[in-house]
């Protein structure tokens, strides 16, 4: 009964997993987790507990609880599994409304707190097979044909072969449940037939796992499949290099033609077709830089750090988007102040550490911020002739640059200083 208990449990977990957020499917493996609670109350008596006494390593407290462990799950098996086969196809067939549906699953269990006073819990569990057979019976034989009047009735191809094969995994437990641990306990006395048990769940098993790989079963499908990592990664190092060789080719040849606008208009004194030149050379030299380390290896970019004047990426950015702001009417002014104390003495003294400190008043048309950046002193003491203490120094902040843009069209002026 070993195999029982991990063959459904097995299902239920599979079943889960896959597809935890439909209905049909929960009830479909709390079914299995049910009926291997039946596996469950016979590993304990027959395989656990005799192996525990054999080498002597059981307890007083090992046997009581394995014993609650037998007796709950023989109750789970005769009680639960009607229960959880009756809501499972109650919602796979699709006859119910959703409310009717959870007045169903509130009700349908009275039955089972009934058996709570009419089983002998005293170890070992004594069901009262007569009393079960009275509402599990009909509770299975019910579903049996909501199952199968679903099939009859389903339309659509697909989905009345996909009925069918639940059906064809359903059937054979339940019958078998039915005649085994009903019908032939209740009326005749017959108490090993349940030993055939083991077959009839290996047929569950195969009939689920070959119909669930090649058609899908229960709502779920399983798939297996060989790694493909090698293979994949191949093709995206080939697409990788087919694309860097076309970029590269194109930018190129805007590059040249680029340089050639820029030199044309340097010697005819048109500065601001060079100054639109350089930019384009500017942008196309990062892309190709950007090519050349994505050629390399194919990974995640890592960032080069370095030593970078704030005045000169003010400078590209807005050169960059002159174009934009023009289009627009917007006319920038910048006034860029560097000073020699800055760009001179503190980088040799110190490692630059930027912290912007901003306050953002918002208008209807116009924003202002003024931001400013502080060296902090890293590891290292401030030499005497700075006359200035440490804490004086922390405090200090340097203006660097201002940058004002302004639309003429509009009595209002946005103003960033930096």
């Known amino acids: 009964m070993v195999f029982v208990l991990i063959a459904l449990w097995t299902i239920a977990a599979i079943l889960l997993i896959i597809n935890p957020k439909n209905e049909s499917t929960r009830w479909a493996a709390f079914t299995a987790f049910a009926g291997g609670g039946g596996g469950l109350s016979r590993a304990v008596t027959e395989t656990i507990l005799p192996y525990l006494e054999q080498y002597q390593i059981s307890t007083p407290s090992l046997e009581a609880f394995l014993l609650k462990m ?25 006859l119910f409304r959703r409310k009717k549906k959870m007045i169903l699953a509130g009700v349908l269990p009275i039955p089972i707190i009934g058996m709570l006073f009419l089983t002998s819990f005293t170890p070992p569990i004594q069901n009262n097979f007569q009393a079960l057979f009275f509402w599990c019976v009909p509770y299975l034989i019910v579903g049996l044909i909501l199952l199968t009047y679903s099939f009859m009735k389903e339309k659509n191809p697909k989905r009345k072969r996909s009925r069918l094969f ?141 030593i970078h004047e704030v005045t000169d990426i003010l400078s590209r950015a807005l050169s960059m988007t002159k174009v934009f702001l023009e289009k627009r009417s917007i006319q920038v002014h910048t ?39 502080r060296y902090v002193k890293r590891g290292s003491t401030l030499p005497s002739s700075l006359r200035t203490t440490e804490r004086e120094f922390h405090k200090m902040s340097f203006p660097i640059c201002s940058i004002r843009f302004i639309r003429p069209s509009i009595a209002s002026k946005t103003s960033v200083s930096d």
């Open 166 to 306: 639940s059906n064809i995994v359903a059937f054979p437990p339940i019958l078998f449940q039915i005649v085994a641990n009903y019908t032939l306990k209740a009326f005749f006395d017959v108490q090993e037939v349940w030993r055939f048990m083991p077959f009839v769940i290996t047929i569950l098993l195969v009939s689920f796992l070959l119909l669930g790989i090649k058609y899908g079963v229960l709502g779920v499908r399983l798939k297996f499949e060989k790694d493909r990592l090698d293979g994949t990664m191949r093709a995206i190092s080939y697409g990788t290099s087919i694309l860097n060789h076309t970029i590269k080719n194109e930018v190129g040849k805007i590059r040249i033609v680029a340089d050639q606008i820029r030199n044309l208009a340097a010697s005819s004194h048109q500065e601001k077709i060079a100054s639109d030149a350089a930019v384009v050379l500017d942008s196309t030299k990062h892309m190709l830089e950007m090519v050349t380390r994505i050629q390399n290896r194919t990974q995640d970019i890592v960032l080069k750090e370095g």
């Open 335 to 373: 006034d860029l102040i560097i000073r020699r104390f800055i760009s001179s003495v503190i980088p040799s003294i110190f490692r630059k550490r930027s912290t912007i400190s901003s306050s953002t008043r918002q208008k209807r048309w116009s924003r202002e911020e003024r931001c400013s950046f």
């Open 70 to 94: 037998h007796m709950f799950g023989s109750f789970m098996n005769h009680n639960g599994l009607p229960y959880c086969f009756l809501m499972f196809a109650i919602s796979y067939s699709g």
